[in-house]
């Protein structure tokens, strides 16, 4: 399974921004979807993350209320829907992708988009 984000930007306190993913190869084998990030001088953290399986999703507190993911998955692609972004929401922004082959469970990181928040 390969991703690529996009939608990064520069965009100011209380702006909305959508990040997109788009995955390629064995989609059909994908367990779960999700987004993290790593802010400069920190650990990439979990921001999202939806199984397809079972329809759940989940938030990290921090962006409950705010962001909200989705997935289309006859186009192959995930989103991030942010809202309301806070100057603490600046840093790279990462696809990742669970998945199964042969019995084996596997990962695949996107290679990351930039968003900055301004206040």
């Known amino acids: 399974v390969q991703l690529v984000e996009s939608g990064g930007g520069l965009v100011q306190a209380g702006d909305s921004l959508r990040l997109s993913c788009a995955a390629s190869?064995?989609?059909?084998?994908?367990?779960?979807m999700g987004w993290y990030r790593q802010a400069p001088g920190s650990q990439r953290v979990l921001v999202a993350i939806?199984?397809?399986?079972?329809?759940?999703?989940t938030y990290a507190d921090s962006v409950k209320g705010r962001f909200t993911i989705s997935r289309d998955n006859a186009k192959n692609m995930m989103y991030l829907q942010m809202n309301s972004l806070k100057p603490d929401d600046t840093a790279v922004y990462y696809c990742?992708?669970?998945?199964?082959?042969?019995?084996?469970?596997?990962?695949?990181w996107g290679q990351g988009t930039q968003v900055t928040v301004s206040s």
């Open positions: 990742y992708a669970a998945w199964t082959s042969s019995g084996s469970l596997f990962g695949s």
């Open positions: 939806t199984r397809p399986n079972t329809g759940s999703q």
């Open positions: 190869g064995s989609t059909t084998s994908i367990n779960a």
